[in-house]
């Protein structure tokens, strides 16, 4: 595994901002993550070379931080909020529905590779719960007839809503 | 500019988003262009309304008319009606809860009459992506008189002045941690903006970055003046992809405008902003925690001192506010700490903005003077529980907070005043409960969070949440037993006492709070098997109710174990050992007929 042309272009950049190597582990980490879909051994072998640091510390910040995967997962990722809020409102049931429809319990990964579900703590939209986060989308207000229309358009390749331009990915 | 007879500011917050405003606002452009408007009306996204309840929203200025839960569909009649011929469309406005008649002005409405904008001031009414428009109202006015008029010192004084306490908690006084900072003697120093946002129910932070993110930027430079740093970094939480956005282009902007970076207007002064995204944990909001994450290790909080403002990022004097902190900066210097000072009470001065979520009328996020009542937030702004259920409590403060019982709903809001309550501020998250919450399962709830979310580092931290679920779930499934409760008390005062950080020495707040206010509840939990809430399903029995069942084989089909049979037209027949109380039946009954009701244990 090698870096991009334009990634490599990225760290040069990003080593201008930071006193010391090891500064870049995260935003590193996040580029491979972005681009592959998760932080593979080869990742963390790639990262340690680059920044010339002790392989445990990438090791480690890969599996303390929840937002880096060891494992390939599904196209979409479904991160469903089940914290104070949203479980008030009903997040439980939203779960069961997605693992009644598609067929796999929390931590699987759909058989076709569409589909990963996961539960999130807290994503600061507890004004609109219960809701998920895909991606970079949130999805709010669920209910089930809303989720069957999510998840009927995800499967078919495209956003179930109009969402505005991409977001800017990470500088 | 240009100058338009009427705007119409379409909020593009997260949550009218994801009801397709960017739709409402495409179809809101054409209509407006093929009626012939487009040189009277324009169209404006602006960042979060506050009212999410009812959106996609929108507000027309200047008559100040607020349209709510607005669909494609109706866009045509809308502008055809209202700008065309002028005749706003009532089909489209607020009615409150329970009452008939529409309220057509925003403010008007009782969601927007008690609040007070102070950090949200430009919410709905600029356009967060463009600096013009943060400029138009007074933007960057502050900077320039901070950086031509005023010394460091002053501004530390006038910062002092306004009794602003940081937002992120604790409520330190920002005048005098920026004096810390200030003191060190060091060339380099840095600025952090804290915005990993965790708190469950909290969202304020976000929505700033999203709403008005100019408004921590110039708050920041502001800072870094007064203390003297370079450069300053943002610290925001991974899952808050449009608030990245935001920032990022806010920051290219201010540069391009000679607002950041070198010679800032033309003062000699410069000062340099880096976005991080977090990793996705909770402690690294912790500011010892969060600046081991920026040095690109795990979020592992430090023994303090010694303290930021002494030693912090590599090493270097540092000082961290969190954004909300950041975004009262350029008001103070602008409009003077002694009118900050005149808002608010005796030690908490200011506006505070909560987000108000759960079981109530209007979720979303609101603005009011430090020492409003809990009541005027919860009934008046929040039009009360939803569906007319019996109010139980109020969480503060998170998962450091505590529940605030229906008994204190009448306590001014500070951060004295809830510290009393055995609550906490905290960054803001107000969490309406009803009668159908268990206060028991809500503690059980925050031990699991910190549990996820404890770091792992200290012992009493670590090990004492573990003990904490253990008890808590016992209770929860019927094996309570009375020494329990002087478990939880023995446990959380252990960790009161010896946890590193302030997460693990808060972490038993929420069960406190419930064992004081609440403490029948635990009380029929254990001796009575019994749990009102109906939440605790282990405690819970479904039941037909034969009179009143009518055979209709609703039920019979709902349920996914066949525990109900039953001919039809029959009363129905509940097999208690193949019930998994999923609670289906009870959803689809329409006859009342079937009652989640409480087991009594001999
Ligand atoms: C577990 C834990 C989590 C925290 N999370 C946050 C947070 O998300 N945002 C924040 O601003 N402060 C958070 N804090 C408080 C910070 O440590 C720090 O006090 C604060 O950012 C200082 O800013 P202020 O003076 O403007 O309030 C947290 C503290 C702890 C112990
Ligand atoms: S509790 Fe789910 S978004 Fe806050």
Redesign the pocket.
């Known amino acids: 595994m090698e870096f991009t042309k334009e990634e490599k272009q990225k760290v040069a950049h990003l080593r201008t901002r930071y006193p010391d190597a090891r500064s870049l582990t995260l935003p590193l980490m996040w580029m491979i993550q972005k681009r592959e879909g998760y932080v593979s051994n080869e990742a963390v072998d790639l990262i340690t070379e680059e920044l010339d640091i002790p392989k445990i510390w990438v090791d480690e910040v890969r599996s303390w931080y929840t937002m880096f995967s060891e494992e390939q997962e599904g196209k979409y990722v479904l991160e469903v909020c089940s914290n104070i809020t949203c479980a008030i409102m009903g997040s439980q049931d939203i779960i069961d529905h997605i693992c009644k429809t598609l067929k796999l319990k929390v931590g699987e990964t759909t058989a076709d590779g569409m589909f990963t579900l996961k539960t999130a703590e807290c994503l600061g939209s507890c004004g609109t719960a219960p809701m998920m986060q895909v991606g970079d989308d949130y999805y709010e207000m669920l209910d089930e007839e809303k989720v069957n229309h999510i998840l009927g358009d995800l499967g078919k390749g495209k956003k179930y809503e109009q969402q505005p331009q991409e977001w800017v990915e990470y500088k | 500019m240009k100058q338009y007879r009427t705007h119409c500011l379409v909020c593009t917050g997260t949550g009218c988003v994801s009801n397709h405003a960017f739709d409402i606002k495409t179809a809101l452009e054409s209509e407006i262009i093929k009626q012939g408007l487009k040189d009277e009306v324009t169209v404006i996204a602006t960042g979060c309304n506050g009212f999410c309840e009812r959106g996609p929203v929108m507000v027309v200025q200047p008559e100040n008319i607020f349209y709510q839960e607005l669909k494609e569909k109706d866009i045509p009649f809308l502008v055809e009606e209202h700008f065309l011929k002028g005749r706003p469309v009532e089909k489209m406005m607020y009615v409150p809860p329970k009452e008939e008649a529409v309220i057509p002005k925003m403010s008007d409405i009782e969601f927007f009459k008690h609040q007070l904008l102070v950090v949200l001031r430009n919410r709905g009414r600029i356009d967060p992506e463009k600096i013009d428009e943060y400029i138009g109202y007074d933007g960057y006015r502050a900077l320039g008189k901070a950086l031509t008029e005023m010394k460091p010192e002053q501004i530390i004084e006038e910062v002092k002045t306004a009794g602003l306490?940081?937002?992120?908690?604790?409520?330190?006084p920002?005048g005098i941690?920026w004096g810390f900072c200030e003191q060190a003697e060091e060339d380099t120093k840095y600025l952090i903006c804290?915005?990993?946002?965790?708190?469950p129910g909290a969202f304020m932070?976000r929505s700033i970055l999203e709403a008005d993110p100019h408004a921590v930027l110039e708050g920041m430079v502001i800072g870094a003046k007064a203390i003297g740093a370079q450069e300053g970094f943002i610290y925001v939480?991974d899952e808050y992809p449009l608030a990245l956005r935001r920032i990022n282009i806010a920051i290219e902007q201010a540069t391009e405008y000679g607002l950041l970076g070198e010679n800032i207007l033309g003062s000699g002064f410069n000062f340099k902003l880096n976005v991080v995204r977090g990793g996705g944990a909770?402690?690294?909001?912790?500011?010892?925690?969060?600046i081991a994450s920026i040095e690109g290790e795990v979020g592992r909080?430090k023994p303090r001192p010694p303290y930021p403002a002494q030693k912090g990022l590599w090493g270097k004097p540092t000082n961290?506010?969190?954004?909300?902190?950041?975004a009262n900066v350029p008001q103070i210097i602008l409009r003077g700490g002694g009118w900050f000072a005149s808002l608010g009470t005796k030690e908490s001065k200011g506006t505070k903005v909560f987000s108000l979520v759960g079981k109530v009328n209007n979720t979303g996020l609101v603005e009011v003077p430090m020492g409003t009542t809990l009541r005027t937030i919860v009934f008046d702004i929040g039009g009360g529980v939803l569906k007319g259920k019996k109010f139980k409590a109020v969480q503060s403060g998170g998962?450091?907070g505590g529940c605030v019982p229906e008994s204190l709903i009448d306590l001014p809001v500070d951060f004295e005043k809830l510290t009393e309550a055995g609550a906490i501020m905290g960054?803001g998250g107000l969490i309406v409960m009803d009668e159908d919450t268990c206060m028991v399962d809500v503690a059980k709830y925050f031990v699991e969070f910190l549990e996820e979310?404890s770091c792992g580092k200290c012992n009493p931290c670590r090990e004492g949440l573990k003990r904490l679920k253990e008890v808590l779930t016992l209770i929860t499934q019927g094996k309570g037993e009375a020494k329990h409760l002087e478990m939880l008390d023995d446990i959380a005062l252990l960790m009161k006492e010896a946890s590193l950080?302030?997460?693990g020495a808060?972490a038993p707040n929420p069960v406190l709070t419930t064992l004081k206010y609440f403490r029948e509840e635990y009380e029929e939990h254990i001796f009575q098997r019994r749990c009102r809430a109906k939440v605790c399903k282990d405690l819970i029995m479904y039941r037909i109710i034969a009179e009143k069942c009518t055979g209709c084989q609703r039920c019979v089909k709902a349920c996914p174990t066949e525990a109900i049979t039953g001919p039809r037209s029959q009363p129905h027949n509940l097999e208690e050992s193949k019930c998994i109380k999923c609670g289906a039946c009870y959803e689809v009954c329409k006859f009342d007929a079937i009652a989640g009701d409480a087991i009594y244990i001999e």
Do not use: H, I, Q
């Open positions: 306490r940081g937002r992120g908690g604790a409520g330190f920002t941690k804290n915005a990993d946002e965790g708190d932070d939480r909770f402690v690294c909001g912790e500011e010892t925690a969060l909080p961290n506010n969190n954004v909300e902190t950041w998962p450091s960054s979310e950080c302030a997460l808060t």
